[in-house]
């Protein structure tokens, strides 16, 4: 029987999709998409911007196509939660930049790594952070310094093209693809591929939102494929070998949606081919009208999985795909936190700063100790995190502990391993609260107020500044959204809407779904650390079985 056909989409106003209702811009937006694509802007900050100074920069390009290069103005310092949303935006930005530095497939050498980290120091005031989507960002950047910026990590095979914007951003790879003794498919020269084929190409830079990719070939699915716009899955089919398992359409912030699988297969040698066709299917169907209903998901939420994989397979692929096997399971927890033995009987060990922050100098020492240790490879993670490649057995236990003296943890407390925290008040002009530092000081409280207590596995704890959800909450056991609450003396402190009971199935096997806003429940920052250990004792007092 099939199922239930989707409620169409019912409205006599035209969305923006471009096959549908003609290219006609339909905002703002859309129109100097068109008029002069993002990717143009790079030319102008070399000749003039970067010459001429921030004040120079034309509006468009500040607000607008610098983010293609990988470029947003960040928070004026000192400028309270409370103004965010009625102040303009001009003032509340500053004349400084975050640049991310894209790193598909979270894959780096520690040449590399030293050049980000000098980056860092010289032009950045040491400020890095590890973010959840496998890039590093860096703050306090001048327009002055970006094309000597782009000079150095250029030579070193790094770019920041289409970091940010309406454009295909990073991919997501396994940070243990081509080493682990499990893996099912090395998904390393897929990512390779694409980005060489695609990334910076005119056809896929003006899209209606962003569009996100993960590829992973290993059996825990350690890409957070269900919250990408597209993800590549390794499976086993029976009859056709080693391939990939399609899903579309999953994506947090404005009506969080886990993706869905189209139920098909994809051999290794399609899919440059499938991507390309999903992007630009998304680049002709896709809602352009308003921003918040333009990502891939509202168009899959109309469509349904059947519909889309038609329109995939008879507008934009040469043939059509076969059926793929049932979804598999992910084998273990996808974090790779610790020492794990590789494929080629070396070990690679996954580290923890906290929520992501390191600095200039931890980034340049760690390049300094991965080849003393004999490495060159390492790997940005999905969460937060390090993965150290190719490290012989007997220097494992000395790195472990050099590690550590740089703030970077293999054997991490729990609360340590599974907190995140999005960029929050500090730099971001949407914030409403700190975060970076909140959780930190949260992690270090429950170190020792939950000392000795066996908690069973990790519970994650997800911390965002604002509505949006860089840090993922709505997929943490304890997801904290950022506002401002009432002190009780009619003033406001910083502090967090409460949501409970979210999971990856590719982070916590056991878990797949979002979680619910608890309504009423808020905490304040400065209760963080209490609240989250009445959780836990509650959790462990009441769970059932293995809960
Ligand atoms: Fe900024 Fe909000 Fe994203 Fe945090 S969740 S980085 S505060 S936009």
Not at 69 to 97: C, M, N, S, V
Not at 294 to 310: I, Q, S, T, V, Y
Not at 468 to 489: E, F, M, V
Not at 541 to 547: C, K, V
Request: hydrophobic residues 35%; aromatic residues 6%.
């Amino acid at each position: 029987m099939s199922p239930p056909a989707r409620p169409q989409r019912q409205s006599s106003r035209p969305n923006g999709q471009w096959k549908v209702d003609g290219t006609a811009p339909l905002n703002a937006n859309e129109a100097w998409k068109q008029e002069d694509g993002g990717l143009s802007v790079r030319e102008r900050i070399e000749k003039i911007y970067s010459k001429r100074g921030f004040e120079s920069i034309e509006d468009t390009d500040l607000h607008g196509r610098m983010r293609w290069w990988g470029l947003y103005t960040q928070r004026k310092p000192g400028i309270d939660g409370g103004k965010t949303a009625t102040l303009e935006p001009h003032e509340l930005e500053d004349k400084y930049f975050m640049l991310r530095v894209r790193i598909d497939g979270g894959q780096l050498t520690s040449t590399q790594l030293r050049v980000i980290g000098e980056i860092s120091t010289e032009f950045g005031r040491d400020s890095a952070d590890l973010t959840d989507r496998q890039n590093i960002q860096l703050h306090w950047i001048r327009v002055e310094d970006v094309p000597e910026i782009w000079r150095r990590l250029e030579a070193v095979g790094l770019q920041t093209t289409e970091a940010c914007g309406d454009v295909p951003r990073v991919i997501l790879g396994s940070p243990v693809a081509g080493i682990a003794a499990d893996e099912l498919i090395d998904p390393t020269g897929l990512i390779s591929e694409i980005t060489a084929r695609y990334i910076g190409d005119l056809s896929l830079a003006n899209l209606p939102r962003k569009f996100k990719t993960a590829i992973t070939g290993h059996p825990s699915q350690d890409v957070v494929h269900e919250i990408n716009d597209i993800s590549f899955v390794g499976v086993e089919h029976p009859e056709l070998g080693t391939g990939f398992d399609l899903w579309v359409g999953g994506g947090l912030s404005t009506a969080p949606r886990l993706a869905e699988r189209l139920g098909v297969f994809i051999i290794p040698e399609r899919v440059a081919e499938v991507w390309q066709g999903v992007a630009a299917l998304f680049r002709d169907y896709g809602y352009r009208r308003l921003r918040n209903k333009a990502r891939l998901k509202f168009l899959l939420a109309d469509w349904g999985p059947e519909k889309f994989r038609r329109i995939l397979e008879s507008e934009f692929l040469e043939t059509a795909l076969p059926d793929g096997p049932p979804a598999a399971a992910p084998t273990r927890q996808g974090d790779h936190v610790g020492v794990h033995k590789q494929a080629d009987g070396r070990f690679y060990i996954g580290v923890t700063p906290f929520v992501g922050r390191v600095s200039g100098p931890t980034l340049t020492s760690l390049a300094d100790l991965l080849e003393a240790n004999g490495s060159t490879r390492l790997r940005t993670t999905p969460h937060q995190k390090l993965v150290l490649l190719d490290i012989p057995e007997e220097k494992v236990e000395s790195l472990i502990v050099a590690l550590d003296k740089i703030g970077l943890a293999a054997r991490p407390s729990l609360f340590r391993r599974s907190t995140i925290a999005c960029t929050g008040i500090e730099y971001c002009k949407l914030a409403i609260v700190e975060t970076k530092q909140a959780a930190t000081d949260a992690v270090l409280d429950l170190e020792q107020r939950l000392a000795g207590i066996d908690v069973p596995q990790p519970i994650s704890l997800h911390v965002n500044g604002c509505p949006n959800s860089c840090a993922r909450i709505q997929t943490a056991d304890i997801g904290l959204k950022g506002q401002l609450l009432p002190d009780g003396d009619g003033g406001q402190v910083p502090g967090f809407q409460v949501h409970l009971g979210g999971g990856l199935a590719s982070v916590d096997r056991d878990a797949a779904g979002l979680g619910r806003t608890v309504r009423g429940l808020k905490v304040t920052a400065e209760d963080l650390a209490d609240y989250v250990e009445r959780i836990v004792l509650r959790f462990i007092a009441d769970r059932t079985g293995s809960e």
